[in-house]
């Protein structure tokens, strides 16, 4: 399915869940106080911005985003929280489109990136950020490590999640990197909603190379938004990039060749 199909009106008016989830104030809060010392007090740039779930109360701190999205309904609820004036938004791919301005911050969050179905894709991802970003500034991304050590000999699948209500189960194509998160949610009745998404799942060592083709350089990584320290057990890191140099405005020959998987791929 293109990413359109998949987060369309009926996703995005579940998507919210206020006070719980990733929209929990333990979850949200402290990414929204780490992006706002990140962008040192200059206006960011979310990819994937979604229906605002860290762009609006990034918005009410005083930074200036703007926000790049695919999928229109998303934007719809986002409007529903601010207008084009408060976060103004770009619609198309974050691997490609291009927002006006210039930034002192650029993010992905909650594994968004991985959306992105292609390698070619992912890189292209970080040469948009490139392209946006003043020189020194951030390109930060929130990304769960894979967790192909739960896979024993001839299985596929894994649960991620186990909860009243509510399962995640993850079934993994180890040859493409792919991985489709099945989510599984419970009401009274006999029946369960499910919604799937796919992904390609990224290594830190790979990200990280991802980050020097598009010029970037790693300034630090933590196991969570707090600052904890990232380890062999951690199942999710938050890593900053810093532009080194003058920028990259990267001429259309430095462009993957697959164009029309990336425009295809969103969160």
Not at 255 to 261: F, S
Request: one cysteine or more.
């Amino acid at each position: 399915m293109a990413q359109e199909e998949i987060w369309n009106a009926d996703v995005a008016r579940g998507y919210d869940t206020p006070g719980t989830g990733m929209f929990a104030p333990e979850v949200l809060e402290p990414a929204v106080a780490r992006l706002a010392a990140l962008a040192d007090g200059g206006p960011a740039l979310e990819f994937a911005v979604g229906t605002g779930r860290v762009a609006v109360p990034l918005a009410r701190r005083g930074v200036p985003v703007t926000g790049v999205e695919l999928s229109r309904p998303m934007i719809e609820r986002l409007r529903a929280k601010a207008d084009e004036a408060a976060v103004p938004v770009v619609v198309g791919d974050m691997a490609t489109a291009r927002a006006p301005g210039t930034f002192s911050l650029v993010y992905l969050v909650y594994n968004t990136i991985s959306n992105l179905l292609t390698q070619a894709g992912q890189v292209a991802c970080f040469r948009n950020a490139a392209r946006h970003l003043r020189p020194g500034g951030r390109f930060v991304v929130e990304l769960w490590v894979p967790e192909l050590r739960k896979l024993p000999p001839g299985q596929q699948a894994v649960v991620g999640r186990s909860e009243p209500g509510y399962m995640l189960v993850d079934t993994y194509d180890v040859l493409r990197q792919h991985v489709v998160s099945h989510h599984f949610r419970f009401g009274d009745g006999a029946e369960a909603r499910t919604f799937r998404s796919p992904h390609r799942y990224i290594w830190p060592t790979e990200l990280d190379l991802m980050a020097q083709l598009a010029g970037f350089r790693l300034e630090s990584r933590h196991a969570d938004w707090q600052g904890a320290e990232f380890t062999a057990e951690s199942p999710s890191h938050v890593s900053v990039y810093r532009l080194d140099g003058e920028g990259h405005d990267l001429p259309d020959s430095a462009q993957p060749a697959d164009e029309a998987a990336v425009r295809n791929a969103r969160r």
